[in-house]
């Protein structure tokens, strides 16, 4: 961050690290804009950027107290950001490839206000059957297909094997399907 005054830099780490909300200022002044464009340049979106930039700042402020005085803290948050920033990218590719999925199976109707209904239902009868799974593949479930995480992030997050996450994902896909089945040849007959 202050490439050239390292001394300056490790006491305005000790003094954010201590819960100091004026260091935190100083440091959002200071790397807010660089931060903001390092986001940008991953996620090629200024809305989105901007998002990323606020929760890294958010991050940065609710890890102060873990904060390693001896690091240099702009590595440490340009870490947050790029963490997040990747997070948000498959989050976003996930709701896009929902969104594509859904608005094929009802895109046969020419009428915009059927296909919000259609859309509408459609998205509450998977949300209701996702409801129905049981608690951990509800979780497992989330975590692949809301939250885009890999099977094997998921087994380190929850403790599990790959191949259990596996199995729970098959077992909840099928679950789904069968639940929107009889939803969705309505949906093809209209």
Known sequence: ?????????KDLCAR???????AFEIVYNLMSEKVYHF???ILRNEQNAEEVLQESFIKLWENHSKI???RELGSYIFTITHRLAIDHFRLKKREDQ????????IGSSDNKTEKD???????G???????????????IFHLSRIQGLSNDEIAKKLGIS??????????SLKIIREKLKHFLSILITL
């Open 1 to 9: 961050m202050f490439s050239k005054n390292f001394k300056i830099e």
């Open 16 to 22: 954010l690290k201590s819960g100091d909300i004026l």
């Open 39 to 41: 986001a940008l340049k």
């Open 68 to 70: 390693d005085i001896d």
């Open 98 to 105: 929902k969104s594509i999925i859904l608005s094929k199976i």
């Open 117 to 123: 209904i259609n859309f509408s239902e459609l998205k």
């Open 125 to 139: 009868e998977f949300d209701r059957a996702i409801a129905q799974l049981s608690p951990s593949k509800k979780e």
């Open 162 to 171: 790959k191949n259990t996450v596996e199995n729970q994902i098959v077992n």
